[in-house]
T-cell receptor, first 111, second 110 residues
Framework: RKEVEQDPGPFNVPEGATVAFNCTYS??????FFWYRQDCRKEPKLLMS???SGNEDGRFTAQLNRASQYISLLIRDSKLSDSATYLC????????????FGRGTSLIVHP | EAQVTQNPRYLITVTGKKLTVTCSQN?????MSWYRQDPGLGLRQIYY???????DKGDVPEGYKVSRKEKRNFPLILESPSPNQTSLYFC?????????FGPGTRLTVL
């Protein structure tokens, strides 16, 4: 099974800061990549997909670097409501659809 | 409303007493999965199902059973629960690009 690694954090940043998370994956044949957000004691929810060309959604930008086998998530102008755990998810490789989750990176945005 | 439902949401039980956690989705997804989440260990897959009557082990299947008799339902069965199965459990269903998670079941085995 593919391995997906994330820095657990926590990343403790002030409101308005820009913060970036990286996630590395070990299987070069992996095919699709995602970031999920999980609030405390709640279910994970899809934040955004990650495409080779990059993907931007408002204050959030996700990028994929296949050569170095990592994906990144950049959050600009952090809000208090961005405080959560961010999970990196990698699908596929070798014909497998099965997603592999990273352990998550904790973000705390303080006033 | 598209959703994944789990029941019960909270359960406290004793060692050895068989229990079932139900999972149902209304999105006609073929893929469904069960995860457990423990502090410091992240989400770990227990079992998954690619379609009706097709199930397979995930990373931590010991002590669990599943069945997939119909597309919408994917129950998780603990035949003889033990304290090390105390955890937060999530059911999920999905497509290639998205997984939808249920609200979670917090299980405590005494």
């Amino acid at each position: 099974r593919k391995e997906v690694e994330q820095d657990p954090g926590p990343f403790n940043v002030p409101e308005g800061a820009t913060v970036a998370f990286n996630c590395t994956y070990s299987n070069s044949a992996s095919q699709s990549f995602f970031w999920y957000r999980q609030d405390c004691r709640k279910e994970p929810k899809l934040l955004m997909s990650v495409y080779s060309s990059g993907n931007e959604d408002g204050r959030f930008t996700a990028q994929l670097n296949r050569a170095s086998q990592y994906i990144s998530l950049l959050i600009r102008d952090s809000k208090l409501s961005d405080s959560a755990t961010y999970l990196c998810v990698v699908n596929g490789g070798g014909g497998s659809y099965i997603p592999t989750f990273g352990r998550g990176t904790s973000l705390i945005v303080h006033p | 409303e598209a959703q994944v439902t789990q029941n019960p949401r909270y359960l406290i039980t004793v060692t050895g007493k068989k229990l079932t956690v139900t999972c149902s989705q209304n999105m006609n997804h073929e893929y469904m999965s069960w995860y457990r989440q423990d502090p410091g260990l992240g989400l770990r897959q227990i079992y998954y199902s690619m379609n009706v009557e097709v199930t397979d082990k995930g990373d931590v299947p010991e002590g669990y059973k599943v069945s997939r008799k119909e597309k919408r339902n994917f129950p998780l069965i603990l035949e003889s629960p033990s304290p090390n199965q105390t955890s937060l459990y999530f059911c999920a269903s999905g497509r290639l690009d998205t997984q939808y998670f249920g609200p979670g079941t917090r299980l405590t085995v005494l």
